[in-house]
């Protein structure tokens, strides 16, 4: 989802780079030339992963550490051991530990992770693990979140869990079409300190833009 003008335009219309009438835009990418392009277009957050064409996994440390010496812009760190479901063996849970220490080392601003259980509620156990290893870094929930049994459940889980943000596209196969489960999450939502908008980006926002790089990303 792109939004027209330049981002000098974007600037000035919210007084922050990387936001407009209070959107904020963020782009998953998978190399550093990528990253480089996004800030320059106008991003104001960048979700780091490789394997797009699999949903996203954990980007090498290598390419982190060199985007964090390219851009300007908080970089969020995908923290997936592979592509396909999200139900993971020990093995893989100590592989999602160990990225989350690199990742922190390397300068990552925020993590990105999500797991499941095998009757698709959110793997609390584990999530609260990882989430304690995040800290004091945000967390994001991926989009996992759309293959959950019960979504309003969900949603209170992962509030109860301390999950900043979510990514989701109302458990259908476009935001668009999920609009009407989106309304309910957001309409779910507590208040103060959460916005209530899918289109605005504040400090505890559980939705926002996300775009996967096309054009010039």
């Not at 010496?69 to 923290?79: G, N, S, T």
């Amino acid at each position: 989802m792109k939004r027209q003008g330049s981002s000098s335009e974007r600037t000035r219309a919210s007084g922050k780079a990387g936001t407009a009438n209070g959107f904020l835009m963020e782009v998953c990418v998978d190399s550093v030339e990528s990253a480089v392009n996004a800030e320059r277009g106008g991003a104001g957050r960048i979700e780091l992963c490789s394997g797009l064409l699999e949903g996203g996994i954990t980007p090498s440390m290598g390419v982190l550490q060199v985007v964090k010496q390219c851009v300007q812009i908080p970089v969020f760190v995908m923290i997936r051991p592979r592509g396909g479901d999200f139900l993971y063996s020990d093995r893989e849970v100590e592989v999602m530990k160990a990225d989350i220490r690199l990742a922190k080392l390397y300068g990552a601003d925020g993590l990105v992770f999500g797991a499941l259980t095998e009757d698709g509620h959110i793997d609390k156990e584990l999530c609260m693990s990882l989430v304690a290893l995040c800290r004091p870094l945000p967390v994001t929930f991926h989009r996992a979140f759309d293959m959950v049994h019960d979504p309003m459940a969900a949603l209170e889980t992962l509030l109860a869990l301390g999950f900043e943000r979510v990514l989701t596209s109302g458990c259908d196969s476009s935001a668009l079409e999920g609009l009407p489960l989106i309304k309910r999450l957001i309409d779910q939502l507590p208040a103060p300190g959460i916005y209530h908008s899918t289109l605005r980006f504040y400090v505890f926002d559980f939705f926002r833009f996300h775009v996967q790089k096309a054009g010039l990303w």
